[in-house]
């Protein structure tokens, strides 16, 4: 009869599988021929949430492949599972790589946006304060003929309007 692991041992236990993870990140970040692919293929949402949330805890520490990985992103920012991991994935990415990748990412995806989707990429934005962005997607919102997305655009603006309101026009 063995005597069951104390409270120390399970501790060590997790502290030596936390190292083991953390080397195992390390070796695929260095080694890894097509890191993109690899996580392009965990994010899809026919790999499974375990390969998902490792893609995720992945990108949170170790990537630069966040630009490559936008589209994937953006899609996993409106959804309900992984909006938060997804948020501070693109937040990673330097502004300058950003935002030429982002905008159009965003602007194409609001003609066909539901109200859901338009309050999910409003979230995303204000997240990584992507103002005036945030703006015209608040404007496109404004003239939609649903009035859940109209909603969106007025909640939006009252809570982040002077971020982009008290800018002057190019």
């Known amino acids: 009869m063995s ?5 120390d041992d399970l501790w060590q236990a997790f502290i030596e599988a936390k190292q083991e993870m ?3 990140q390390a070796e695929f970040y260095q080694h890894a021929q097509n890191k993109s692919e690899i ?3 965990a994010l899809s949402s026919r790999a499974g ?3 998902q949330g490792a893609a995720f805890d992945f990108l949170a520490v170790l990537s630069d492949d966040g630009p490559a990985l936008l589209p994937e992103l953006v899609g996993w920012s409106t959804s309900h599972r992984w909006a938060r991991e997804a948020r501070q994935a693109i937040d990673r990415i330097p ?3 950003l935002m030429p990748l982002l905008e159009p990412l965003i602007l194409n995806q609001l ?3 539901e109200d859901d989707e338009y309050r999910r990429l409003a979230e995303l934005l204000a997240h990584i304060e992507a103002w005036d962005l945030l703006g015209r997607l608040v404007a496109r ?3 939609s003929n649903d009035p859940h997305t109209r909603e969106v655009a007025a909640d939006f603006t009252e ?3 002077p971020m982009w309101l008290s800018k002057p026009n190019p």
């Open 3 to 7: 005597t069951p692991p104390t409270d």
């Open 95 to 97: 502004r300058d790589h």
């Open 141 to 143: 919102a404004q003239s």
């Open 39 to 41: 996580l392009r293929a």
């Open 22 to 24: 953390h080397r195992r």
């Open 111 to 113: 003609p066909t946006a």
């Open 159 to 161: 809570w982040y309007g």
């Open 49 to 51: 949430a375990w390969h």
